[in-house]
């Protein structure tokens, strides 16, 4: 113990509370650990004869030190650890698709290559067949509404004494280019057409205009069509 902490009169040394340093009876504060101490000097010498008795042989500040120190290393190296860890996880590659198997290694993984895996190859589906799909329907000959009066475009006309077949023919003949709502008239039951005649037609409209309107596509396929009013 160094002189500086001896009160005068030969009193009993004098020394931090805390950490046992020598002190002085008009110290404010410990030099060695920064403790403010006693300002009544009984307190400070009750405080002093307390330390110095707990005091150990030597070093008596230095084992706390070095105690601190220890637990202060060995919570930085379990820190060291826990980041390690943690960095191991976050290192696991995931990738998709295939069959993986996850490991904590930190190596990348990679999924097999088609057709080289040794597990057991999928089942193999059938496609379901196409649904079926009706057949077209042939195109029916239109007939005239009775007692209709109204307009149509006349394809062509041909002799009764041909026969009605030959006139059915043309009809379907027109279908087949693209025609719609073909019929045969027979001219004899209408009177604003010349009987003795099977006349090829398409369309029943009622008014010219609406006639007219569809006489170029009847031309593109029968170059001599024409509108005609029909009368029953």
């Not at 008239?185 to 037609?201: C, D, E, K």
């Amino acid at each position: 113990m160094s002189d500086a902490g001896r009160a005068p009169g030969g009193a009993p040394p004098l020394a931090c509370p805390r950490c046992s340093a020598p002190v002085d009876r008009h110290q404010e504060y410990c030099l060695e650990c920064g403790l403010r101490l006693p300002t009544d000097p009984a307190a400070l010498e009750r405080a002093s004869a307390a330390a110095l008795a707990d005091e150990p042989p030597s070093g008596g500040w230095a084992l706390p030190a070095l105690l601190g120190l220890g637990v202060a290393v060995l919570g930085t190296v379990v820190a060291l650890a826990i980041s390690d860890a943690g960095g191991t996880e976050a290192a696991v590659s995931t990738a998709t698709g295939g069959s993986l198997t996850f490991t904590d290694t930190g190596e990348t993984l990679t999924a097999p290559e088609p057709g080289t895996g040794t597990g057991t190859a999928p089942a193999a589906t059938t496609a379901a067949p196409p649904p079926a799909t009706a057949a077209p329907r042939a195109a029916r000959t239109a007939t005239w509404p009775a007692r209709k009066r109204g307009w149509t475009i006349v394809l062509l006309s041909l002799p009764q004494n041909g026969g009605r077949p030959v006139a059915e023919t043309r009809a379907a003949e027109a279908r087949q280019r693209g025609l719609r709502n073909v019929g045969v008239l027979n001219s004899s039951r209408f009177a604003s057409l010349h009987p003795g005649y099977f006349v090829v037609f398409t369309g029943v409209f009622d008014s010219q205009a609406e006639a007219a309107s569809a006489l170029r596509a009847a031309r593109a396929a029968f170059p001599n069509a024409y509108q005609r009013e029909i009368v029953p």
